[in-house]
Structures are given as C-alpha cells and as structure tokens.
C-alpha cells in the first residue's frame, strides 16, 4: 500500500476492451481474429499492470449486452476463456496473478464454467495482482440482484431498512470478492469510444476516466503506462475542494 501511495499507482484499474471487430475489419479479416488478437493484448496488459503494482485489474471480457450478437460470435467469445487459460495460467502463476471472475452464471456454457472454476482454483493461493474478468456482467442487472439480496434479508427480519448503507450495497455487488479495492481508481476504454456501456457504475462513482484511440488489439504495456501517468498528475477532491 505505501509503495503504491508513493507512485501513485492505482489499486483497481478497469478496462472496456474495445475495438477487436474493426481491428479485424481493418485487416479484412473476420472479427474473430481480431478476439484472438485481443488475446495477446490481454495478456502484454496483464503482465505490464502486475509489474507496476496493481492490485486488481477488471477486464470487460463479455457483458450481458452481448447475446444480441450472431450467435456464431458468441459461441466465439464463449470460448475465449477456455483458450485463454490453456494457454495463459503457466505465466499467471508465474506472476502470483489470481483469477477472479464477475458477472452472472446463467447461459454460460458449462465448460467455459469449467474453465474459469479451475483457473481460479489452481491460481486461488497467489497473493499477487488480481486478473479479474467481467463474463456475462451488465452493471445495472448486478445492482437488480444486489437489490433482491438485500430485500429478502428485510424481509426475514435480519435487516432493518434504516441499517442500509452504501457499505450493506457494496456488499452484495459482485465485486465483493475483490474486497478492499471494490471502486475502481481507473478506468481505461480502447478505440476512441467514450462511453461506460453499463459497466462498474456504482463502482465507478469516483474513479478517473482515460481514452485511448487505439483498437483493443494495438493495446500493450507501453498504452497501459501512458494511462498511469496521466492518472499520476490528476488531483482526485472526491467532492471535496
Ligand atoms: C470488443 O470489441 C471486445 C469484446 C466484446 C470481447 C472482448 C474479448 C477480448 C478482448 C478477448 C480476451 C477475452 C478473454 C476472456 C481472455 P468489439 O467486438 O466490440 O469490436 P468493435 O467495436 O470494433 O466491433
């Protein structure tokens, strides 16, 4: 923590990977090489943010939103993770990077749930950088869920509605798992688009916001370290003067 406060490092960056399809596109390749593509970004990033000290890093990897998507591309990205580990745990171990997943279980196919259950185990001992992905998570639908939990507590008589707090909210969003870096210091998005795409809302009530114009498959650790320097030279006032 000390170490962190010096450099100014952020405990939680968040990225919107964006851009895969018209990296591909651009290249008159299908877009599913542009995923693959993605891949390598996710992992030249992950390696960059543990050696800088990052305690969790938040990757948009599919949002609910994404089922609108011809289902040939979504079997695609559903297969994502799969490879993704197969190939990846080794260095992940190798940096003490521990997997952590958020987002919903439902729809997702059993082996993707597979693969994601054993990559957190096999990584669930490392003290390093959380490598967290969102898979299936819609921002507004985790604070739906959040609500319900929190309801059938009233309703059982071991919550008083007068003892709901902002802390009792955050504890049943999905990044209670990433306890104590739930709120996001930065957020990063890739090809030029400004936007949150119901992504980390409640979480990202405070943190800074930093664009990129390049295509998520152009992002490297060089990318990364730009976003770090410019969060180093902003004043967070979180409301204050
Ligand atoms: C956005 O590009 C990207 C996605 C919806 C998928 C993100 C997946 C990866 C970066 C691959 C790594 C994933 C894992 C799980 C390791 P887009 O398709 O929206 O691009 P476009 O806006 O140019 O069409």
């Known amino acids: 923590m000390a170490k962190n406060l010096e450099l100014n490092i952020p405990d939680h960056v968040a990225m919107i990977m964006d851009g895969n399809g018209r990296w591909a596109e651009q290249r008159n390749k299908p877009r599913k090489y542009g995923h693959e593509e993605g891949m390598e970004a996710v992992r030249r990033v992950t390696m960059r943010a543990?050696?800088?000290g990052?305690?969790?890093l938040t990757l948009y990897a599919f949002?609910?939103?994404n089922w609108k998507r011809p289902p040939q591309e979504v079997h695609f990205l559903m297969q994502l993770p799969i490879r993704f580990f197969d190939k990846?745990?080794?260095?992940l171990q190798e940096r003490n990077v521990k997997v952590n997943m958020i987002g919903f279980e439902e729809n997702v196919p059993s082996s993707t749930k597979k693969a994601i259950k054993k990559a957190m185990d096999e990584t669930k001992d490392n003290t390093g950088m959380v490598l967290n992905f969102a898979f299936n998570y819609g921002s507004r639908s985790e604070i739906v869920h959040a609500t319900k939990a929190i309801s059938k507590k009233v309703l059982e008589g071991s919550l008083k509605p007068d003892d709901i707090t902002e802390q009792t909210v955050e504890d049943y969003l999905f990044t209670q798992t990433i306890t104590p870096y739930q709120n996001v210091d930065l957020l990063i998005r890739s090809s030029g688009e400004q936007r949150l795409s119901n992504f980390l809302l409640w979480q990202n009530a405070y943190s800074e916001f930093y664009f990129s114009d390049l295509l998520w498959p152009e992002f490297d650790g060089d990318v990364l370290d730009?976003?770090?320097l410019s969060y180093k030279n902003r004043k967070r006032r979180y409301g204050a003067l």
């Open 63 to 65: 949002s609910t939103e």
């Open 54 to 56: 990052v305690k969790v």
């Open 50 to 52: 543990s050696d800088r």
């Open 226 to 228: 730009e976003a770090l």
């Open 88 to 91: 990846f745990v080794p260095e």
